[in-house]
T-cell receptor, first 111, second 114 residues
Framework: GEDVEQSLFLSVREGDSSVINCTYTDSSSTYLYWYKQEPGAGLQLLTYIFSNMDMKQDQRLTVLLNKKDKHLSLRIADTQTGDSAIYFCAERSGGYQKVTFGTGTKLQVIP | SQTIHQWPATLVQPVGSPLSLECTVEGTSNPNLYWYRQAAGRGLQLLFYSVGIGQISSEVPQNLSASRPQDRQFILSSKKLLLSDSGFYLC?????????????FGQGTRLTVV
């Protein structure tokens, strides 16, 4: 079955890099995602990676995928106060291509 | 283009009253549909998942139920609300196939049970 885990909290100083980690269990995942949730709002897709890739870069965001260890990470370079939010990783797998979310990592950026 | 509508945005209900939250999706067919709950400052908890009309999977035992009377309509209900039902409820959909593969979220309903 699907299970996605993340650490609950990360605190970084403004200007530093943030690395948010995620592990998943379903080896048949086709896509993996990172979402961002601003306070009081719904989730918005930040970026995604195909399961046959090991890295994707999109401006300040770098996604690394270690398929062997079923480990996904999101690196945010030059973290800003506006990056403070909850970040969710998710995987898409199975016959119905169900999307399963982790519990979210709350990123706090200290000025 | 596809859109998802979720209403109401906020709701204050007394303990023991019924609940009905509605979610509809436009611009797609046969979507996977989801109901999530998020406690204050916490992560997502998947409540219900549906792959088709009348097909509902319940992820956790609880006071709530879900129904999918139409392909693009997903309803979250309760006969009698508990204080512990308070939270932020999010509806989402994802396509079974197609280019856009991710899940798309509604704006959420903040439910306060008093």
């Amino acid at each position: 079955g699907e299970d996605v885990e993340q650490s609950l909290f990360l605190s970084v100083r403004e200007g530093d890099s943030s690395v948010i980690n995620c592990t998943y269990t379903d080896s048949s995942s086709t896509y993996l995602y990172w979402y961002k949730q601003e306070p009081g709002a719904g989730l918005q897709l930040l970026t995604y990676i195909f399961s046959n890739m090991d890295m994707k870069q999109d401006q300040r965001l770098t996604v690394l995928l270690n398929k062997k260890d079923k480990h996904l990470s999101l690196r945010i370079a030059d973290t800003q106060t506006g990056d403070s939010a909850i970040y969710f990783c998710a995987e898409r797998s199975g016959g119905y291509q169900k999307v399963t979310f982790g519990t979210g990592t709350k990123l706090q950026v200290i000025p | 283009s596809q859109t998802i509508h979720q209403w109401p945005a906020t709701l204050v209900q007394p303990v023991g009253s019924p609940l009905s939250l509605e979610c509809t999706v436009e611009g797609t067919s046969n979507p996977n549909l989801y109901w999530y709950r998020q406690a204050a400052g916490r992560g997502l908890q998947l409540l219900f998942y549906s792959v088709g009309i009348g097909q509902i999977s319940s992820e956790v035992p609880q006071n709530l139920s879900a129904s999918r009377p139409q392909d693009r309509q997903f309803i979250l209900s309760s006969k009698k609300l508990l204080l512990s039902d308070s939270g932020f409820y999010l509806c989402a959909w994802s396509p079974l196939t197609g280019v856009n593969t991710e899940a798309f979220f509604g704006q959420g309903t903040r439910l306060t049970v008093v």
